[in-house]
């Protein structure tokens, strides 16, 4: 077993926002390196508006911005994004979908030891893995989606693009996020059309 401590931050970033910087950030403090599984790759409908190549750019601009945050310039552990195909629907919380992602996540981090940092629906995640998994290989920091910057959710970003609140969306958001905002909209009313 390696020392090297290694986080994982599963989100779909539907945008990205300042809650998952809050998460990507405590992970980052806390490991040698840290994977942003980027999921639900593989989709594009209502909750899924945002294509993943804009998702993955997305994510790399506003962890350029939080490494300003640090004295050195440098976030303090090797970030990778991963994109992240859904095994079969959101929906599926079954033991499938946990050795799915438990495999893929061993495939790009090279271990079998990680914390999963995660905050939407943290009750479900503990159904992903049988317990002798938790108790041997994975470990998890559930955060409250409330615990976050005020419980903000990409579907309520969604909405505040859609609506044109600049001002609250400018809250909420990295930069990069805000601006690309007309862009964003533009994907949020395609998937909409959608039935």
Not at 55 to 78: F, M, N, S
Not at 120 to 129: A, L
Not at 141 to 150: E, F, H, N, P
Request: glycine letters at 4%; charged letters at 25%.
């Amino acid at each position: 077993m390696n020392n090297i401590k290694t986080g994982v931050v599963l989100a779909r970033l539907q945008p990205i926002h300042k809650g998952h910087l809050e998460l990507i950030e405590q992970a980052c403090d806390e490991n040698d390196q840290v994977f942003i599984f980027i999921g639900s790759a593989d989709k594009f409908n209502q909750r899924n508006p945002i294509p993943i190549n804009l998702r993955v750019q997305l994510a790399e601009e506003a962890l350029e911005e939080l490494a300003k945050k640090y004295l050195t310039g440098v976030i303090p552990a090797d970030v990778h994004i991963v994109p992240l195909d859904d095994l079969t629907d959101e929906s599926d919380n079954s033991h499938d979908w946990g050795f799915y992602l438990f495999t893929k996540i061993i495939k790009e981090t090279d271990t079998q030891y990680f914390t999963i940092y995660y905050s939407d629906g943290f009750e479900i995640i503990t159904t992903w893995f049988p317990s002798f998994v938790l108790r041997n290989n994975v470990s998890l920091k559930l955060i409250a989606r409330g615990a976050t910057c005020s419980g903000i959710s990409a579907t309520k970003v969604r909405k505040m693009i859609l609506n044109g609140d600049d001002e609250e969306l400018k809250k909420w958001v990295p930069q990069c996020v805000y601006d690309c905002k007309d862009t964003l909209k533009k994907h949020i009313e395609l998937a909409n059309m959608i039935k």
